[in-house]
């Protein structure tokens, strides 16, 4: 897999009409963020997070990733102020990837029962038992690969 880059800008173009603040990427079709009307700040904000966001998912589909239009190539109407976005990467997709998802799981009614009589956390002991099994899932797996044994 290529190298991920840690650092990507574009031109991000402003329109501020009368519902707000509508943001386009002319390089990225479809990553279009708004914001409140007169709300320059949050347009910035949207702008960015929308970025890292849409950059993200470009790279998990393994969609070529454009170079920037030159700001002097980007032409803008009556209304409209060309920005530069720049997103730092490692955290956008560390917080992407270990975003939490909601998993539904059954358990017979008595162990259900005798777990909320002991207060346990099932979320957290789901989480602890899983993380240790993939560990192992994991250490077997490179054992098979590899034919060595890993302590």
């Known amino acids: 897999m290529d190298t ?8 991000a ?16 079709p479809g990553c279009c963020p708004c914001a409140d009307k007169d709300d320059t ?13 849409h950059l993200f998912g470009m790279e998990q589909d ?9 700001l002097t190539d980007i032409h803008c109407e ?18 992407i990837k270990n975003r939490f998802v909601k998993k539904t799981i059954s358990l017979p009614a008595w162990m ?11 979320s957290k002991l789901f989480q602890t ?3 240790a099994y993939l560990e192992k899932m994991r250490e077997e797996k490179t054992t098979v690969t590899t034919g060595e044994k890993v302590l």
Do not use: H
């Open 78 to 95: 009556v209304g409209q102020i060309p920005v530069l976005i720049e997103v730092f990467m490692p955290p956008i997709r560390d917080r």
């Open 112 to 122: 259900s029962s005798e777990a909320d009589e002991y207060g346990v956390n099932c």
């Open 129 to 131: 038992s899983l993380a």
């Open 41 to 53: 700040d949050m347009a910035l904000k949207n702008a960015k997070e929308a970025l890292g966001v």
């Open 4 to 11: 991920l880059k840690k650092r990507y800008s574009f031109i």
């Open 62 to 70: 393994g969609d070529p990733i454009p170079e920037p239009t030159p």
């Open 13 to 28: 173009i402003l329109d501020y009409a009368e519902d707000g603040i509508n943001i386009e990427f002319p390089d990225l």
